[in-house]
């Protein structure tokens, strides 16, 4: 008993060294921060769910999620929101909740809990609990998500961004070459004159939006809205009315970003230029015959032909994926698909070939990237994957085993104490 004594003594006084010595950390270690915390990441969800409604997933997600703090306004449709809806209401966001939680649970770890067999079930919890929160920061800050479209019978080694656009220069004056000359989005939004040795030309970025609203006007009518200035291009012989608009970050919203800007020889004008990107590709012959040129755009300078279009950002794969065979299925007597299937051959490196079926929730994974069956054409003949770069995505699943390892060490200890307690009091005097 007395050597029992002894061991709390020693361990009550190891820990309150720590704490002497780690005492800065104290206050973060507070579990009402803990609890309100928790109460507030509540909240944050039940805000971001009701806002999925008005702005989509991607939109509550950019809004109160990857942010530090999100503005609310009350709902008009809910009781006194006539009243209430002017009023905003600042939300924490994702970011510094997640944050927070995180130098909590550490300075937590650090000041209150011990190595012994009593606590360590309790230890690995909250280890995989912080490698979880880590995890899930460190997966908003790199994770990518793209797109990738394949015609049937066709290869594709290139990935498409959901969000972000790129100006591209293509020199096609060698037949079966192309050289080609992209300036990203953050450029196009800084504004000015861009420069640089792969362009013979130079360019001054007029106006650049990432999303808005177009008409073709009638011949012989005033353009009104952005494009009043374009001169040269489909903008100007299509007509076009360009009208600013916010991102639709709804699963269904469409975002046509545009750009007008201008091209110098030296100090020569060589005209006003409308770029328009199409959210799907390069699909503008779906949209009128007379757009479908904004897929390339000719300029022709100094003997050479190159073509420009504003189009989703790109990354080139050192591989290559070719789509043979594509299926749908549907449940029967309806037109509701439960299954999408893409039969393709993934080129790889130093002619090496892999089959592969890619189906609902069977990707394809390879260097890095999950490939996702997102979305099916039976009847035009082509897929489209949905692409996710994730380089932390083993680290929910360590978390989770800490957490299951915790749990039942935990629970294992406890019993083994609770029998022997029971076999001992059972034991005849």
């Not at 450029?187 to 008409?215: H, M, Q, S, Y």
């Amino acid at each position: 008993m007395s050597k029992e004594i002894n061991t709390r003594k020693k361990r009550k006084s190891s820990l309150g060294s720590r704490r002497k010595k780690f005492a800065w950390l104290v206050p973060f270690a507070s579990i009402r921060l803990t609890l309100t915390l928790l109460s507030l990441s509540m909240i944050l969800i039940f805000v971001a769910t009701l806002e999925q409604v008005r702005i989509g997933i991607r939109g509550a997600l950019a809004e109160y999620f990857e942010s530090m703090f999100g503005i609310w306004h009350y709902p008009e449709q809910f009781w006194g929101g006539e009243f209430l809806h002017a009023f905003p209401l600042p939300v924490p966001g994702g970011y510094l909740l997640g944050g927070l939680l995180i130098v909590n649970l550490t300075a937590a770890y650090i000041t209150r809990f011990q190595w012994t067999g009593k606590k360590m079930g309790i230890q690995l919890i909250h280890l995989g609990i912080i490698m979880l929160l880590v995890g899930q920061l460190a997966t908003q800050a790199m994770q990518e998500e793209s797109r990738m479209q394949i015609n049937k019978g066709e290869s594709s080694n290139y990935i498409e961004r959901f969000h972000g656009v790129e100006l591209a220069f293509s020199d096609v004056t060698v037949p079966n070459t192309q050289k080609v000359v992209t300036i990203p989005q953050d450029i196009l939004e800084d504004g000015g004159t861009v420069r640089t040795a792969d362009l013979p030309f130079k360019i001054k970025v007029k106006k650049f939006g990432v999303n808005c609203d177009f008409t073709v006007t009638p011949q012989g009518s005033n353009r009104e809205g952005q494009a009043k200035e374009v001169n040269r291009g489909v903008g100007q012989t299509a007509n076009l009315t360009i009208r600013d608009k916010e991102e639709d970050f709804s699963s269904e919203g469409l975002n046509f970003g545009y750009l007008i800007f201008e091209i110098f020889d030296g100090t020569k004008s060589l005209g006003t230029w409308l770029s328009l990107a199409h959210p799907g590709g390069n699909h503008w012959w779906k949209q009128s015959p007379k757009l479908s040129d904004f897929a390339f755009q000719p300029i022709r300078h100094d003997g050479r032909l190159w073509g420009v279009t504003l189009r989703s950002e790109r990354e080139y794969l050192p591989y290559s994926i070719e789509l043979i065979d594509v299926e749908n299925e549907f449940y029967q007597g309806t037109e509701i698909p439960f299954n999408f299937e893409s039969d393709i051959v993934l080129n790889m490196e130093k002619n090496q070939t892999r089959q592969a079926l890619v189906y609902m929730n069977t990707p394809l994974r390879h260097a890095g990237k999950t490939f996702y069956q997102y979305q099916m054409n039976a009847a035009a003949d082509y897929t489209v994957f949905q692409v996710i770069r994730n380089p932390s995505w083993l680290v929910p699943y360590i978390a989770c085993i800490l957490v299951s390892i915790g749990l039942l060490w935990q629970f294992s200890f406890h019993l083994v104490r609770f029998l022997r307690k029971n076999s001992n009091n059972a034991q005849p005097a």
